[in-house]
């Protein structure tokens, strides 16, 4: 199917869902009228650029018209010359954006996402730097507006995190996210490091897309739930009472925890909520390594064993290794406000790899 006809179908589909919103109503399916209006509110921005482009052929025809006219006044050609000129350039660029929002969309981006960061190699540097990273991704979303609730966190005792988990809501987090995955290394002086001497550490990053029940049922007899009294840095009690939990997703072998309540009901309500999570992701990626090996590899694969990203601070720079792309900016990453940028390049990136698959 050509461009132009996939805009057409578009355009067709944009204008049934108006007539479908207008004839059926909120109050007769509400249900229904809310899924009509997501796919109407989905397309708007689509149906509006593809007007911007159309206009713009339109314009353009009739600039070379102009300009072709021999009989027609010489300056008034000579300036359709100059403005169908600026508009030729400009309609690749609208056919290529239209493009990319064309592209098939990843079903869980719209999806909120858990994100799980745990220390590495490098003892208690990465746990220190597993720390940092996860404060990193905090002060991200609060600059986005989303929720940031931590669920479960395994501290060391001298500020780092073994390991660290937390939900993030809000608009499109996972597809803002979801490049996160992968190994993150450091390189810098510990602050326990008296000799001044760089050492190399590392903390690994999973980012997952926060499952419904809708998206996987989980029964009741497929689980094993362990009880346990919750401990903190150095194994010192947290609390008096069995209220950390443990469950295993039998079939998958599976396991998510929380302890970070003092209920047990609230830490098992978490712990589910994470483990449904890892399961549906375990199920998400198994189908889209049979359908497309090669798609998930386009920006890493988001293996824990694949160093993504590496952080050196003592030459200020961030440097994600799966596109090229260095800053020296490791000061506005950190704080979460230049992290947009290699997200940015990064979805960009994928962009045009698919976009390449398909011609």
């Not at 149906?47 to 006219?69: F, G, H, N, P, W």
């Not at 592209?103 to 730097?129: C, H, S, W, Y």
């Amino acid at each position: 199917m050509s461009l132009d006809e996939s805009l057409e179908k578009v355009l067709l589909r944009h204008r049934e869902l108006g007539e479908m919103m207008s004839a059926q109503g909120a109050a007769d399916d509400p249900a229904a009228f809310a899924r009509l209006s997501k796919e109407y509110s989905d397309l708007t921005p689509v149906a509006e650029k593809i007007e911007v482009l159309k206009k713009a052929r339109a314009e353009m025809a009739d600039l070379e018209e102009m300009a072709a006219d021999a009989e027609g006044d010489e300056e008034m050609r000579a300036m359709a010359k100059e403005e169908g000129a600026a508009l030729k350039g400009r309609i690749p660029d609208l056919e290529q954006e239209l493009q990319v929002l064309l592209l098939p969309k990843d079903a869980a981006d719209e999806k909120n996402a858990i994100i799980e960061v745990r220390a590495g190699t490098g003892g208690e540097e990465a746990a220190l730097f597993a720390a940092n990273l996860f404060r990193m991704y905090q002060r991200y979303a609060e600059n986005h507006g989303w929720k940031f609730e931590i669920m479960n966190l395994s501290e060391t005792g001298i500020g780092g995190f073994k390991e660290a988990i937390a939900s993030i809501s809000g608009r499109g987090v996972f597809a803002r996210l979801k490049f996160e995955s992968g190994t993150h290394r450091v390189q810098r002086v510990p602050e326990t490091e008296s000799g001044g001497r760089i050492h190399t550490s590392a903390a690994t990053v999973a980012v997952l897309p926060e499952a419904e029940e809708v998206d996987v049922t989980i029964e009741d007899k497929d689980i094993r739930v362990d009880v346990y009294r919750a401990s903190g840095p150095g194994g010192q009690s947290v609390n008096t009472t069995d209220s950390a939990v443990r469950i295993t997703h039998i079939p998958t072998g599976i396991v998510a925890q929380c302890q970070d309540e003092k209920s047990q009901h609230k830490n098992r309500a978490q712990a589910l909520k994470v483990l449904r999570a890892r399961v549906y992701e375990a199920e998400r990626q198994a189908a889209e390594d049979e359908r497309a090996d090669m798609r998930r590899s386009q920006v890493g694969s988001g293996d824990r064993s694949e160093r993504i990203r590496t952080y050196n601070f003592p030459q200020g720079r961030v440097s994600d290794h799966r596109i090229n792309l260095t800053l020296h900016k490791i000061e506005q990453i950190m704080e979460g406000e230049g992290l947009d940028e290699v997200i940015d390049a990064l979805t960009a990136e994928d962009e045009a790899k698919r976009l390449a698959a398909l011609s």
